[in-house]
């Protein structure tokens, strides 16, 4: 499998403290993402400018020749030059989860998020299981767009699923995301029927979702299918800029949202 990173000691991710993975590789293409590292499966080089000293020491190739090796990365002093991804197997990936089996407490564990955690879904079950007999809580983060086979696979070792909804409306959702969003609302349904836990996450991305319409169309939808153990409406937040920039692509922008804003959003949903 390739990811991208593991953080530790992370409060958002799911119940109590835990770690979170970060697969490499992603369907989507939403125009906020934060995280524009985890979108390609293949690895790749960002660099910072902002941090850059123009010193010398990393001896780094030209774009059209560079194979990503990482040696300029290793050598940076100011860590202008990084590499995003990292091949590793089902069980280096436990091996490093397990170390932090003493930070979970109750209610933490282990989040594996992406990108799409759930394009690699063999070395996914794979580590999930390893995980479960371990007793680790698990949580698979997810759009949700992949066959529903897949969740059949890991649903056995999954504590808990955060899945995201974006946009009901379908144009939209193909214009900002670049995939239509009917699989996703399908997988939902099928979930919700199995039984499984569900938190529904919806990012709120002023003039794309940050209206009362778009928000009661996917309070409706929810209404139908099932209960999820809870709904987060989480702010947009440009965290992914300058990230986009080191990979050499421009970054859509989008105001934040204010806190009136959000408020009156999650009320739709109390
Ligand atoms: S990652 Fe390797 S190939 Fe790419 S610029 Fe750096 S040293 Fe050159
Ligand atoms: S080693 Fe780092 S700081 Fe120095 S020129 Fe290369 S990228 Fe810039």
Not at 56 to 75: F, P, Q, S
Not at 202 to 208: A, F, G, Q, R
């Amino acid at each position: 499998m390739i990811i991208s990173d593991i953080q530790r000691f992370c409060m958002h991710d799911g119940p109590g403290v835990r770690t979170t993975v970060f697969f490499k590789g992603c369907p989507l293409r939403c125009k906020w993402c934060h995280n524009p590292e985890t979108q390609s499966y293949q690895k790749e080089l960002l660099f910072y400018k902002e941090k850059c000293i123009g010193c010398g020491i990393c001896k780094a190739c030209d774009k059209e020749t560079c194979i990503v090796c990482g040696a300029c990365a290793k050598n940076c002093p100011t860590g202008a030059r990084e590499v995003a991804g990292r091949e590793c197997t089902a069980r280096e990936l436990y091996d490093q989860i397990q170390k932090d089996v003493a930070f979970y407490g109750k209610k933490g564990g282990v989040t594996f998020s992406g990108g799409e955690c759930m394009t690699q879904i063999e070395p996914l079950a794979e580590v999930l299981k390893m995980c479960k007999e371990k007793g680790i809580h698990t949580v698979v983060d997810t759009a949700g767009y992949v066959p529903f086979g897949n969740f059949e696979k890991v649903m056995p070792y999954t504590d808990l699923f955060l899945y995201d909804i974006k946009l009901f409306n379908p144009e939209k959702h193909q214009k900002y995301t670049g995939v239509s969003n009917k699989l996703i609302l399908e997988n939902l349904k099928k979930l919700f029927s199995v039984g499984v836990k569900i938190w529904v996450r919806i990012p709120i991305i002023p003039s794309v979702n940050d209206n009362i319409d778009e928000m009661r169309k996917i309070k409706e939808f929810l209404d139908e299918c099932g209960t999820p153990e809870k709904i987060e409406l989480l702010p947009y937040h440009p965290m992914g800029e300058s990230k986009s920039q080191a990979l050499g692509k421009t970054p859509h922008l989008f105001e934040i949202p204010d806190s009136e804003k959000m408020k009156s959003l999650k009320e739709i949903f109390e």
